[in-house]
């Protein structure tokens, strides 16, 4: 803990948790996260071992499958992974973004199906919302379900899609009401089994190259109306109720970021010796660290209150978007100041904050830019 910040709201349950998820990161995950960005995907036998440990859907009631606890064990999983600056594994989405989806609106054979194979990492999940034309724009998505007796025939293509290549279910926004707007837009579960499905290529990102992320085509795919998420046409309000806690695990990925690289740049610049002695030594470099640990302090003991109120369930909207909007801003900037000190060695991979830096310019877009946070906390003001 940083000697600035104050007591974190985690239980010993939580920190017995963390012990284990950081033992299995180091075992499991660190040592093959190279390969996997060479390779643009995960291993799908991380994935069962994740399930087995478990590392998946932590806050998914057991009778799922789940491990019976709440969003702080989740936080623990999200924190760990960032801390070691493991990008690749699209866990956070899969066991606290889509499980709750399914939690939430989910039939009960919808739940009974998905979530123990989901918990077990034998079902891979993704969910598919931004188009070519439509990202933060929910309202402006083109894909389509049409019904036809008592199936729906879905057409339409998504992209930048976590999990696309790995991902055997996916849920799916659709509009299925295109002339309402945004109280025309449902969701679906679909099978990536089923014909008319596709997957196009891997997407060059600058950052994150562990993660697969994938183009996703859907050519008169067919699914039954028991896959519908749900009820008809509400798929909006929905999406909407649940970005605050997407929101919040964007703010605790950016701040244990921020955490972990500043101190890797303590440990480089006292290391790092110029004109014979080390870099911290110069008033520039440590004063811009005690700078820097005091704003991560601020930040950490605001997330920290986020994540309090999330397992009260008081984390309201407006709030959420303020801790993305802040936290993820102030890694950018702050990271490359991290970078700079480095020197030469910080615009390189082989440095955890080379990686760190393009991995983290993403997070200022999904889940919402920081324009849209600025909207929606506007609206408030």
């Known amino acids: 803990m940083n000697f600035l910040t104050f007591p974190r709201p985690f239980r010993e349950d939580h920190d017995i948790f963390r012990d284990s998820v950081r033992k299995f990161i180091a075992d499991e995950i660190t040592p093959h996260h190279d390969q996997w960005e060479r390779d643009h995907i995960v291993s799908r036998d991380a994935w069962l071992k994740a399930g087995a440990m478990g590392l998946l859907l932590p806050a998914a009631p057991e009778e799922f499958g789940g491990g019976g606890g709440d969003f702080g064990h989740s936080a623990v999983v999200i924190e760990e992974l960032s801390r070691a600056g493991a990008t690749g594994p699209g866990f956070a989405l899969h066991s606290d973004i889509v499980a709750p989806y399914i939690l939430n609106y989910g039939t009960q054979a919808q739940k009974d199906t998905w979530l123990p194979k989901m918990a077990r990492g034998e ?13 933060s724009d929910l309202a402006a998505i083109k894909t389509q379900a049409r019904q036809d007796g008592d199936e729906f025939v879905i057409n339409g293509q998504k992209t930048f899609i976590t999990n696309g290549h790995n991902a055997d279910l996916i849920i799916l926004v659709t509009k299925t009401n295109p002339d309402a707007g945004r109280k025309g837009v449902s969701l679906f579960l679909v099978e990536t089994t089923r014909s008319g499905f596709s997957r196009g290529r891997s997407i060059e990102k600058m950052g994150q190259h562990a993660q697969d992320t994938a183009e996703l085509f859907f050519e008169d795919v067919r699914v039954p109306a028991s896959n519908l998420l749900g009820e008809l046409d509400k798929g909006f309000s929905y999406l909407m109720g649940e970005l605050a806690q997407e929101r919040l695990i964007i703010a605790l990925r950016a701040v244990a970021t921020m955490e972990a690289m500043h101190a890797e740049t303590l440990a480089y610049t006292r290391e790092r010796q110029v004109f014979g002695k080390s870099v911290f030594e110069f008033q520039t470099a440590k004063y811009r660290l005690a700078e820097a640990a005091a704003e991560i302090a601020m930040a950490r003991s605001y997330i920290d209150q986020c994540l309090a109120a999330h397992l009260d369930r008081k984390l ?23 970078l700079q000190l480095h020197g030469g060695y910080g615009y390189t991979r082989e440095y955890a904050i080379g990686r760190a830096w393009a991995d983290a310019r993403v997070l200022r877009i999904y889940g919402g830019s920081s324009e849209i946070m600025r909207e929606i906390i506007s609206r408030k003001l």
Do not use: C, H, N
Request: charged residues 15%; without cysteine; negative net charge.
């Open 316 to 338: 309201t909207p407006e709030i959420a978007a303020a801790a993305k909007l802040t936290s993820t801003e102030m890694q950018g900037r702050l990271l490359d100041i991290f």
């Open 123 to 135: 079902v891979i999940t993704a969910i598919a919302m931004t188009e070519p034309g439509a990202g």
